[in-house]
């Protein structure tokens, strides 16, 4: 069962391209056509076009694509936001823009000011779009491999995290070494590189920060990596 996943976009919308060009050379190579892309949330905030992003991701879905989008912090952020309120998980001190948020980017990428309220901010976001990110699911299950935003909470099971823990999460998610029922796929916690951790591979390569947007493909429990050159495999660091 093959299955592919883009990391952290955050608005970078040339590096997205270049992610769905690796995997289409990659599905060239296999003549594989079905196979789903999930791209692993976060797609707005921080990086120069935001709506470009959801326009993208959404069109594509539209037209038949078998795309996945999943709901990151970011996104969870900016449609609440977009409702005129705070995310309850974001630390007290930081609202939506926040420099380290990089909310207003997002607003910027909408042609508003950096400021704009939300009733403004509302009134210039196209009504798909926000459905669109209001409605993004929190994982995505295929086979033995769980894709999920931020991570789960270890030993709950899965109808029991919320979507907080899937959106938000790092400990206990990060310091567990056990297995999970699953091979968890996450991203949210920026590396300056993929890293395989045996029991969770994270593709958040700090897109974000001028990092690359890691594309990866997974066969089993197999991961590879997708470069211009082709695979390279991802394989799990010493403990």
């Known amino acids: 069962m093959r299955s592919y996943a883009i990391g952290d976009i955050h608005g970078q919308i040339d590096l997205l391209h270049a992610a769905h060009a690796r995997i289409a050379a990659d599905r060239a190579r296999t003549g594989d056509a079905e196979a789903p892309v999930i791209h692993l949330g976060d797609l707005v905030d921080r990086g120069p076009d935001s709506r470009g992003v959801v326009d993208l991701l959404l069109k594509g879905q539209l037209s038949g694509q078998n795309w996945v989008a999943l709901k990151g912090n970011h996104d969870r952020m900016f449609g609440y936001y977009l409702e005129g309120r705070a995310d309850p998980a974001l630390r007290p001190g930081l609202d939506y823009l926040n420099p380290r948020i990089g909310g207003d980017a997002t607003l910027a990428s909408y042609g508003l000011s950096p400021d704009a309220p939300p009733a403004e901010a509302r009134a210039a976001v196209p009504a798909g779009h926000r459905a669109f990110v209001e409605g993004l699911p929190s994982y995505h299950l295929r086979g033995g491999v769980l894709f999920v935003h931020a991570g789960i909470r270890p030993g709950v099971a899965l109808n029991d995290q919320t979507e907080t823990d899937m959106a938000w999460i790092r400990a206990p998610f990060l310091d567990f070494t056990g297995p999970h029922p699953w091979l968890v796929v996450h991203g949210h916690t920026h590396r300056p590189a993929a890293e395989h951790c045996g029991n969770r591979v994270n593709i958040d390569s700090s897109a974000a920060y001028g990092g690359p947007l ?22 799990p660091h010493p403990d």
Do not use: K, N, S, Y
């Open 214 to 235: 890691t594309a990866v493909v997974i066969e089993g429990r197999e991961v590879f990596t997708l470069t211009d050159q082709g695979r390279e495999p991802l394989l």
